[in-house]
């Protein structure tokens, strides 16, 4: 079955920290471009954080720059986001994504919508005290 599935996701405190988890199975995610996505109540989804390893490029979001850091486990087949310095308006379902390295790069993946091969289900982030 090729799905993504994430993780780590739950409720912090302003300041706090969380990581998480996208574990792939059914292909191999190191081929691919990945990103974070997120998406508040009433707002458009957002690319946080995408990383080509083809292109060895990252791209992070001007609101996360600094604070985030997106990493892979290859033997693990996962990928991870730390969030650090959380902040209430970082609340959010966060999803991580796939995509074919021949038609995209990182930034086109996380600031142009463009089609990607894989979705996960999503996990809840919420930054409050």
């Known amino acids: 079955q090729v799905q993504l599935v994430e993780s780590g996701g739950g409720l912090v405190q302003p300041g706090g920290s969380l990581r998480l988890s996208c574990t792939a199975s059914g292909f191999t995610l190191d081929y691919y471009v990945i990103g974070w996505f997120r998406q508040a109540p009433g707002k458009e989804r957002e690319g946080v954080s995408c990383?080509?390893?083809?292109?060895?490029?990252?791209y992070y979001a001007d609101s996360v720059q600094g604070r985030f850091t997106i990493s892979r486990d290859k033997a693990k087949n996962t990928v991870y986001l730390q969030m650090n310095s959380l902040k209430p308006e970082d609340t959010a379902v966060y999803y991580c994504a796939a995509a074919d390295p021949r038609g995209t790069t990182d930034q086109q993946m996380c600031t142009m919508g463009t089609p990607n091969d894989y979705w996960g289900q999503g996990t809840q982030v919420t930054v409050s005290s």
């Open positions: 990383d080509s390893k083809s292109d060895h490029s990252t």
